[in-house]
């Protein structure tokens, strides 16, 4: 196995495990509110923790709620009321079915084509041959994992 397939490995596992713990859903009143509330700390004292106004505090949990805290603003607001700030990119599904998903893509598109050529010269294969390709060909492409895999043409 390459060096290159050893990282993309464990960068698999790193997803994948984060994808695990992704349950939590959201707070309707955001996570700075919740947190903040029930540590029985006001908007002001929070303030005066991070070093900034009452009214940026009010202004970051509406900004939260809309989208647009940043990083920043979450970790400090964190830190301050003793807890960590974590984010995450997790995917739907495992990694593994993400990239077959999109291999399997690119074997239609290719055997796709492909079968076009060939039906032009008289020499269409059967459906379960070109089913039997399609699979295959998503096998090859999502294990040498080519550059153009995530080219949508």
């Known amino acids: 196995m390459t060096a290159k397939a050893i990282a993309r490995q464990q960068y698999r596992r790193i997803v994948d495990n984060a994808a695990r713990h992704a349950d939590l859903q959201v707070p309707l009143e955001g996570w ?72 399997r893509k690119k074997a239609l598109a290719l055997v796709g084509m492909a079968s076009t050529h060939m039906a032009l010269e008289g020499q269409a294969l059967p459906n379960d041959k070109i089913a039997q390709e399609v699979d295959r060909l998503t096998r090859e492409i999502a294990r040498e994992m080519p550059p153009d895999l995530w080219n949508d043409k």
Request: aromatic content about 2%; some cysteine.
């Open 32 to 103: 700075l509110r919740t947190v903040r509330k029930a540590l029985g700390m006001s908007g002001a004292q929070l303030a005066r923790k991070i070093g900034v106004t009452r009214a940026r505090i009010a202004q970051a949990e509406h900004a939260e709620l809309g989208g647009g805290a940043t990083l920043k603003s979450m970790k400090a607001a964190a830190e301050a009321m003793g807890c960590r700030f974590v984010y995450a990119i997790v995917p739907e599904k495992r990694i593994d079915d993400v990239i077959t998903a999109q291999a």
